[in-house]
């Protein structure tokens, strides 16, 4: 109902599992909201009726194939004064689910954007994955194509932060394989599938076995989280880089023993394999 000011666009987080999961704010905001966006209508009918909740707004669809052309009704809507609540299949909506456009175009028209949050596949699997979380990034879908998958893996060969990837089901083991080409095959990652659900199943390992297991088939939701790379060394490991770092460090009045031992740090190496190399070599030093 029109009051004069604008609505506010409510993104609402959706169990990814269990409906026991919903966070306890999504029945009243499905109740109370003015317009329902859903990006599958039928999966919000189950929703709501687990829920027990009967809404009171009009709902539309609300998906990939229409966001674009609905985005300016919904706007609309927002700028009449009514409460927009946007939910997608699962998770939360914007996180490759529909929702980023109809955000953008409220932002610009004013209108206040708030959030229901709740489950979120993303940071789940990350938080059961085992490897580092406190640095991470977002991929999303990796791209179908095979040659394009693998350009997008070597842009990320250098990427140190934990990679978190969503991936259908049949393309998993492709893609875990594609992974252990691009990184090697003893890069760090885990398969989360069927998170919070009865047979939620976490498989860690080396992506070179996991894509392994993979290749007898997956089923379910798949969440695919990868360790970042380690730190390139400040001084590349060739012998002629490495005795020029400790000559230069020397020049400088640095003893040859704490020349070492930092050019070994930087380098990433044993201080026993730079000073056996400084010593090997024939010269004055």
Not at 247 to 258: L, P
């Amino acid at each position: 109902m029109s009051t004069g000011d604008p609505g506010v666009l409510v993104l609402a987080a959706t169990p990814i599992g269990r409906v026991a999961d919903a966070p306890p704010r999504l029945a009243e905001e499905l109740a109370d909201a003015d317009v329902v966006a859903a990006e599958d209508t039928r999966r919000l009918k189950r929703l709501t009726t687990d829920l027990g909740v009967t809404l009171s707004g009009r709902v539309v669809s609300y998906f990939e194939g229409n966001e674009q052309q609905r985005t300016p009704a919904l706007v609309e809507a927002l700028l009449a004064g009514e409460r927009v609540l946007l939910v997608t299949d699962a998770g939360m909506p914007s996180v490759s689910d529909p929702g980023y456009r109809l955000v953008v175009a409220a932002v610009e028209a004013g209108v206040h954007v708030t959030a229901v949050p709740g489950p979120s596949a993303v940071l789940t699997a990350l938080a059961v994955s085992g490897l580092p979380v406190d640095r991470f990034c977002f991929e999303g879908f990796l791209p179908r194509k095979a040659g394009e998958r693998a350009r997008r893996l070597a842009e990320l060969a250098g990427e140190q932060r934990t990679m978190v990837f969503f991936e259908a089901p049949h393309r998993t083991a492709a893609a875990l394989a594609a992974m252990a080409e691009a990184w090697g095959p003893d890069r760090a990652g885990a398969v989360c599938r069927e998170l919070t659900k009865t047979h939620e199943e976490v498989r860690r390992g080396p992506v070179g076995e996991l894509a392994a297991w993979a290749a007898d088939g997956v089923r379910g939701e798949v969440t695919i989280v990868v360790g970042g790379a380690e730190p390139a060394p400040a001084i590349e490991h060739d012998e002629a880089t490495l005795l020029a770092a400790v000559a230069e460090r020397e020049d400088r009045g640095m003893k040859r023993k704490e020349a070492i031992v930092e050019v070994a740090r930087l380098a990433g190496l044993p201080k026993r394999d730079v000073y056996n190399l400084v010593h090997a070599t024939p010269g004055p030093r």
